[in-house]
């Protein structure tokens, strides 16, 4: 099994039932997208934050 990489970090506090409580891949992020969605706005709560794709380091060249 490869390792997906997080794409919701679960921010814990409280759990949407039907919802792993725990941080999302990309693939499971789009599967409950729509009820983590519905839960935010009728409660107000942030249960998940996306979490930002990290940039390769690679270093600039120098200009000459």
């Given at each position: 099994?490869t390792?997906?990489?997080?794409?919701?970090?679960?921010?814990?506090?409280?759990?949407?039932?039907?919802?792993?409580?725990?941080?999302l891949?990309?693939?499971?992020a789009?599967?409950?997208?729509?009820?983590?969605?519905?839960?935010?706005?009728?409660?107000?709560?942030?249960?998940?934050?996306?979490?930002?794709?990290?940039?390769?380091?690679?270093?600039?060249?120098?200009?000459?």
């Amino acid at each position: 099994m490869t390792e997906q990489a997080t794409a919701l970090r679960y921010l814990g506090g409280a759990f949407i039932h039907g919802v792993p409580a725990r941080d999302l891949t990309a693939d499971e992020a789009a599967q409950y997208a729509d009820v983590i969605k519905e839960q935010q706005e009728l409660t107000g709560a942030m249960l998940y934050e996306p979490v930002k794709a990290a940039k390769a380091a690679t270093p600039k060249a120098k200009e000459e």
